[in-house]
């Protein structure tokens, strides 16, 4: 099925970083906008992840602020693993 729409290396990319062997949702997922944080808060998440360290960040204890910190250093990680699979293609 997968085969029709994307390479068996590419589904296997998409399955395991999403952990979701579906690929009509697996893909979605995949390919979600990564820059949403970065435009919300006007920098990357380094700068951000320091602002936040330094009490900089208006609100960073509310629930918002706080969750969109956890939801974007877990975009992040998902990022730099999806660029060592991609890495590790033939």
């Known amino acids: 099925m997968y085969a029709d729409v994307i390479s068996k290396p590419l589904y296997q990319i998409v399955s ?3 952990q979701e062997p579906r690929l009509e949702v697996a893909l979605p997922m995949a390919v979600k906008d990564w820059d949403t944080f970065q435009q919300r808060y006007g920098m990357d998440f380094a700068a951000f992840k320091q602002a936040w360290q330094q ?3 208006s609100d960073q204890h ?3 602020v706080e969750r969109d910190y956890w939801e974007w250093e877990a975009t992040i990680s998902d990022e730099e693993r999806l660029q060592e699979m991609l890495e590790s293609l033939p």
């Open 16 to 18: 395991d970083l999403t």
């Open 55 to 57: 009490g900089q960040i």
């Open 62 to 64: 509310s629930y918002q």
